[in-house]
């Protein structure tokens, strides 16, 4: 019976043994490498899952935003009929200045009446209204400063290139069909046609648009003439006040708490305060801005002045703690040496050990700028959503002037009920994007250049 | 002279100050700096603070205090019988306000002379029509009229009456800072207690700010719940607010709604975080990690507007037109799974990159013992790494959460704005953040409950961060120290 007991272990040996060889593996191993397997595997692709989100994010927004920067425009001789623009017939400004701009509509329709008829293009059901809502009520706008601007093209007939309305436009990315057309209010199947024939003779082009970039926003039914100018402006500006003020604060911020400060309280209280102030939400730093900025000091609304004030409050912690690591970096052999010399702490530090950090102090700079300039929900409380049309000034005065910002365009842009705006929308984050790229480059670029390793 | 001019005095006379004071410094030490105490440098910058420092501040307190004290001398001066009932004391005021700007540009512009200007009543016909004519209105009211010349009369006084102090003061900085120099003046001594009373300053900034939300929020809060009960607040179900009066302002679905939509964001950005950053620190060669790292962290530095668009335009058709409406649970664009899974993906490299720093900070030795024992990699992980970075890994994903419940711009654009309890995760529903941007767009009237409710909706959304971060950044700090 001693025999049985000690059978049961040399039997699970036995068991083993007729296992052929060490290369086979058991059960048990294969299972095991099979969970390695399976766990390498989750990782791959949790990765994967991480990178299609941000190629099918950046997708989207170049697919739909880059119709933004073109536009279709009609290239069909206008006369400049001297009886409407000048009725008075005696070239003079004021007078011109009276004649309403919707009169310059008319002039436009019939030129793309008689163009029509030239072309010898028969559409059914071609009527009126389909002339008028061909063009933009932009492009009438922009025919009466032209003709105001120099008077001698009166009564000729020049070839001008006019903005055609956004439907029209739609027609040319994909936007508006056929079907599409014939139920939309503000198109028509024959306006549809009629755009086919125009491209085909050459009179409808769409070409590269910069009005994007530099023209300011534009109300609700013209999604077409809407452009960035103005956002940019206010933008520029509040990074503006944004790096002067949070620079030379947070490096003073990060030298004292890095350099001088003593243990104490008063320092542990500040440092965790940073640390929180970094992560409370922005929309926080908006409802400060309200009722500090706007409320209490009395500052305007819309103004970059408050809109910069608040970022540089956002912007500071991540300033701050970009820079004390770059002062930590700097090794105590540096500030050992130059008190050794004789300078004092202050020459120590400014001489010494600031230079040496500078790379970094920028590179954290940079970056907080990045974020600061992609920040929408304070400004949207600080009415800095408001729709503005008038350029801000030159600084200092702009910056009490309304304005305003990339992002908030963007937010703006989507409340719209045309949704010929949500392709302005995309194409102002394209631009918002190059910005941020750029900034971030230079960063990169920095820390490369001048990164040293001690 | 207006501030800004007074400034650039100021700051030019600074600067003579720097050139005498460092002129003076030498010629007191007849040539030779190895007599001075401090090199030239520092004394110029002695004389230029004492210069620029009390006149700066004079003209910050005064340019703070001016509108203040104006407007309350001004208000003083309208006769009650100008108060009627269509219109209060502050409409009259910005109507003064108006009417003192139109007037000043018209003088700006030379429409009217100075004193025109001083003298014009409403039965002056010649001046009138002379601004009108410039397309400048004065307003019909004789009070607002006087009251507007007043207002004007102050502040040409108090203006004149700052350029005069901010300049005498300079002046007299300068003069005392120079005749103070001699070759034993402290001067560096003196500089560099002003430096480090300017590093201290600009670091008691943080503090200021917290104070600042603080006391902004919980301010206006206070207004809040003296006109709405605070119980209905908290514990209220309903949400329907309405500018005419009668607004049920109950808390309570927003903050089904924020918390919601954070659950799913995490649900999302955890694991997929998590394993991204196991897989980096653990599995990938250097060359993998160091192209993977920096593109997930691109993520990270994308605008939350961009998402918001993301979901508004991509993700919530997506998922209404593929999943939501198929499978019958509703056909809104906007949901809170749309809002979920955008903000998931913004959580993705916060969650990773923060677990990835825990994770490489746990010590080689316990993977090394791990492995050397004869477990496989991803034994050593679940066994003896995750247990050991668990605390780290809990404190990011508190913070991520914080991100979460602070978002704004998605959920504003992805989740709706329809404020209700619901478990079905394709409905549109609202949070806390978006209520606040609702409320605090447009026009506000800061003394309705609709308007203040936003304050009181801030300070829980404070409150709620606050907590925790802090206790996320106590669990990492404590775990740091376990290592180091």
Known sequence: MTDAVSAGPRRVGAQGATRKSLLVADARTRRRNAAETRFKAYGIVAIAIAMLALVFLLFTIVRDGSGAFRQTFIDVPVTIDAAIVDPKGNRDQKDMAGVLTMSYGSMLEKSLETWVAQNNVQIEGLGKADYASFYSSQARATLRDMVLENPEIIGTTINVPALASSRVDGMFKGRVTAESAEIDARTSLAQFRLAEAMEEKGALTTRFNWDFVTQPDASDNRAEAAGLGVAIIGSAYMMLIVLVLALPIGVAASIYLEEFAPKNRLTDIIEVNISNLAAVPSIVFGILGLAAFINFMGLPRSAPIVGGLVLTLMTLPTIIISTRAALKAVPPSIRDAALGVGASKMQTVFHHVLPLAMPGVLTGTIIGLAQALGETAPLLLIGMVAFVTAYPSAPPEGLFEPASALPVQVYNWTQRADSAFFERASGAIIVLLAFLFAMNLVAIILRRRFERRW | ?484
């Open chain 2, 1 to 484: 002279m207006s501030p800004f001019w007074i400034m650039v005095t100021i700051l030019a006379l600074a600067l003579v100050g720097y050139i005498l004071g460092r002129r003076r410094a030498g010629s007191s030490a007849a040539g030779d700096i190895r007599k001075l105490h401090s090199r030239p440098t520092y004394y110029g910058w002695n004389t230029a603070i004492w210069t620029a420092l009390p006149s700066l501040l004079l003209l910050l307190v005064w340019v703070l205090a001016q509108p203040l004290i104006v407007d309350r001398a001004v208000n003083g001066n309208i006769p009650d019988s100008a108060v009627s009932d269509s219109q209060t004391r502050g409409q009259i005021m910005s109507e003064v306000q108006g009417t003192a700007f139109e007037l000043g540009r018209a003088v700006n512009e030379g429409i009217v002379s100075q004193s025109e200007a001083r003298a014009l009543s409403l039965d002056d016909a010649a001046t009138t029509e002379k601004l009108a004519a410039a397309g400048i209105e004065i307003t019909p009211s004789a009070p607002v009229l006087e009251a507007a010349k007043d207002y004007r009369a102050f502040n040409l006084n108090a203006s004149r009456a700052l350029t005069g102090a901010a300049l005498v003061l300079a002046l007299a900085g300068l003069a005392w800072s120079l005749s103070q120099i001699k070759p034993g003046y402290r001067a560096r001594n003196i500089v560099e207690s002003f430096v480090r009373g300017f590093l201290i300053l600009c670091s008691l900034l943080a503090i200021a700010t917290t104070v600042g939300i603080v006391l902004s929020l919980v301010f206006e809060s206070i207004r809040f719940f003296q006109l709405y009960p605070w119980q209905d607040f908290f514990f209220g179900t309903e949400w329907t607010p309405s500018f005419g009066g009668g607004s049920k302002l109950g808390m309570l679905p927003l903050l089904w709604g924020t918390l919601y939509i954070s659950l799913i964001a995490l649900l999302f950005a955890v694991p997929i975080g998590l394993f991204a950053a196991i897989y980096m620190s653990e599995y990938a060669t250097p060359r993998v990690r160091g192209f993977v790292k920096p593109v997930i962290e691109v993520l990270a530095g994308i605008p939350t507007i961009v998402y918001g668009l993301f979901a508004l335009v991509t993700v919530g058709p997506l998922i209404r037109d593929w999943i939501a409406a198929p499978a019958g649970f509703g056909n809104s664009a906007s949901s809170v799974m749309t809002a979920g899974l955008v903000m998931g993906i913004m959580l993705i490299p916060f969650v990773s990159s923060l677990s990835d720093d825990i994770i490489n900070a746990v010590p080689q030795s316990l993977r090394d013992g791990s492995l050397g024992l004869g477990s496989t990699p991803s034994e050593t992980v679940r066994n003896v790494i995750l247990p050991a970075a668990l605390p780290g890994i809990v404190g990011a994903i508190l913070l991520a959460a914080s991100r979460a419940i602070g978002e704004t711009m998605i959920v504003v654009l992805g989740a709706g704005a329809m404020a209700r309890i619901s478990g079905n995760p394709f409905d549109a529903m609202t949070t806390i953040t978006v209520k606040i941007v609702g409320q605090l767009t447009g026009d506000n009237d800061f003394a309705s409950p609709e308007t203040l409710v936003a304050f009181a909706l801030g300070l829980t959304l404070f409150v709620m961060t606050l907590a925790l971060n802090i206790v996320a950044l106590v669990i990492v700090r404590k775990y740091r120290e376990q290592y180091e």
